[in-house]
């Protein structure tokens, strides 16, 4: 700053509002400043900074998965978000075999330069009910369930299943057959939960549960068997992937779809990419839930209490298409 200042021809100080925005700067001064930065490339001191201003004006992201199609979404609400309110984003993934729990990857995060913490939950750590984050570091889950200690918001997981076999039934099918994504997935632990409860709530026998792993090869196979079940005109798979993968089982196996089987999946990940999509999904609020959780940690960040051991679900909508087919027409 010492440097800029006398290549500019100003005190430090001038130097120091002009780094940090301040209006109270000449617009030629401001003009000089800048290209003396420019010339003898400096940058803000952040570390500074925050010692001065008492943040860093940048949110850590934990995530299992940078790739799947939610996750991409949910980050990129979250960075859209934060650059609109002058943050910055820091993204951190878990790792396999090492300490995967909320304590390892907020203690992380203390390492860097970071104001608060959002952890996407995609699988259910042990220390859920149990961590208690410190003061001077905010941390959101993004989690359907409340956490005693930290604020959380997701999709409505759980409801979205009832919603799925509501509407099933409602077209007039008997039973709901379900592809689950993979037991560790948390989400998938609570599609398969909802799916099973709206079953049973309606005195319906829960039919045999074929398993999946996200990806649409699994729901191809899943398919391939459930052609051979003689009661099953209605499938709900946890994602569109093994939706999209479960029709084209069906039909490789002889089934019509929507004519014979008809297939629903959630996320509705496969717009833009399907030509001609055919399929009825349930579209899961991905934008939403990074916005909401950026605001709940930069919130609590900048002073304002949000309450922890509260269930903040936001809802799914459903999109129909052409692969449900109506039995009571």
Known sequence: MQDVAKEAGVSPQTVSRVANGSSAVRPETRLRVE?????????????????????????????????????????????TAA?????????????????RSIKAAVERMKQLPVDGVIIVM?????DFSDFQPAAELPVVLLSENPAPYCPTVDADQYGCSQAIVD??????????????????SRAAQSREQGWRDALSARSITVPPLYT????????????????????????????????????????????????DVSVI??????????????????RMPFDQIGRKAFSMVRDMCEGTDVPANVKTVIPTELVERGSVRDLNA
């Open 35 to 79: 290209a003396a930065m420019e010339k003898l490339g400096y940058r803000p001191n952040y570390a500074a900074r925050a010692l001065k201003h008492g943040r860093f004006q940048d949110i850590g992201v934990v995530m299992f998965n940078l790739s799947s199609f939610g996750n991409a979404r949910i980050l990129d609400s979250i960075a």
């Open 167 to 184: 509407y099933l039934l409602g077209k007039g099918h008997q039973t709901v057959y379900h592809i689950s994504g993979p037991a560790a």
């Open 122 to 126: 995609e699988e259910q750590l042990a």
């Open 83 to 99: 650059n609109n309110d002058d943050y910055a984003i820091t993204v951190h993934s878990i790792g396999r075999g090492r300490d």
């Open 212 to 259: 999946g792993d996200w990806e649409a090869d699994s729901g191809y196979q899943c398919g391939l068997a459930l052609a051979h079940e003689a009661d099953c005109t209605a499938v709900y798979a946890a994602n569109d992937q093994m939706a999209y993968g479960a029709m084209l089982g069906l039909r490789a196996a002889g089934k019509r779809v929507p004519e």
């Open 265 to 282: 999946g959630v996320d509705d990940s496969l717009a833009g990419t399907i030509p001609r999509l055919e399929l009825t999904t349930m």
